[in-house]
């Protein structure tokens, strides 16, 4: 049976310094790949073919309450901002807690759907959903740098590899 993580006890924070938050719910980055159909004259069909470029990353976030410095940050569509997510994984083998380990993302992001104040239920707390379109993600577990893409400079490495130092490398850009 393979190796499964819960991540618990989630935060977040903007631009490095300021806590915005506790999270109910984190949707992770989603990554769209581009893709090409590649068919070769003698191949028996068409594979859609990885073609190293993202179309667009995008997550979503429900805080478990509204906060005023956190609204007064994304309420500007035009405005780049640094979040840092900061949680505890914890990794189970055959069903026992092997470890706990300390997940950290950080992301370089737009806002473009955001309430300008939280749902409301009778008698239930309230909920704030947050939606982000990111420039740059990158993940680290026990400070290790597991995955880090970031689209406007041509960088994407998964584990330390550098999957566009070659291609970079051949166009100048460096």
């Given at each position: 049976?393979?190796n ?11 631009n490095?310094?300021?806590f ?29 073919q ?50 706990n ?22 008698q ?11 420039s ?39």
């Amino acid at each position: 049976m393979p190796n499964t993580m819960i991540i618990t006890d989630c935060t977040l924070w903007l631009n490095g310094k300021n806590f915005i938050g506790r999270m109910n719910e984190y949707e992770t980055p989603e990554i769209n790949n581009l893709t090409a159909d590649v068919n070769s004259t003698d191949s028996i069909g068409t594979v859609a073919q990885n073609i190293l470029k993202v179309d667009k990353i995008t997550s979503k976030a429900t805080l478990n309450s509204f906060y005023k410095d956190a609204f007064e940050g994304v309420a500007n569509p035009a405005s780049e901002l640094n979040f840092a997510i900061y949680g505890n994984a914890m990794e189970f083998n055959n069903g026992q807690l092997e470890k706990n380990i300390s997940v950290r993302l950080i992301s370089r992001a737009t806002v473009p759907k955001f309430k300008l104040l939280p749902d409301f239920k009778a008698q239930e707390k309230s909920t704030w959903p947050i939606e982000f379109n990111h420039s740059m993600a990158a993940l680290y577990y026990d400070g290790i740098e597991k995955y880090y893409i970031d689209i406007p400079n041509r960088i994407w490495r998964i584990d330390g590899v550098d999957l566009l130092a070659e291609i970079n490398k051949n166009l100048g850009i460096t």
